[in-house]
C-alpha cells in the first residue's frame, strides 16, 4: 500500500470522527432544552457513516459522514403549567435524548479520534525514518 494510503484513511476516520463528536456536543447542549410545541423540539442528531474506496485497491476504503439523521423520537412531553415556554394546556416538550448514551458515544468517538492521531504520527515516524536511511 502506498503510504499516500494510509494518510488518506487516517484523515477520513479523523474527519468522520470529528463529525461525531460534533452531533454528540450538540446533542448534549439541547438536552434540557424546552419548547411549546412538540414540532418545534429539538431532536438529536447521529451522522451515517459510508465506506468509500481509497486510490486503485477496492479492499483500501477510507470512511466519511454520508448524511446526519434526526432521530425520530417523539419529544417527551411534561406537565409544566408554570413554565414560560408552556402551550395553553400547561406542557413543555423536551428532546428524547439520552443523555448516559450520548456521553458514551462521545468517549466512543474520542477514542477513536485518539487511535487514528497515533496511527497518523506512527506513520509519519515511519516516514521520516525511511527517507533519513537514504542519508
Known sequence: MPSMNIFQLVGS???AQSTRLNTVAS???NVDSVTGNPDETYKAREPIFQAIPLG???AVRGVRV???VESKLAPIKRYEPGHPQADPDGYVYAPAIDPVAQMVNMISAARSYQANVEMLNTAKELAVATINLGR
Open 13 to 15: 476516520a479523523m474527519h
Open 66 to 68: 454520508g448524511e446526519i
Open 56 to 58: 486503485d485497491d477496492p
Open 27 to 29: 446533542n448534549l447542549a
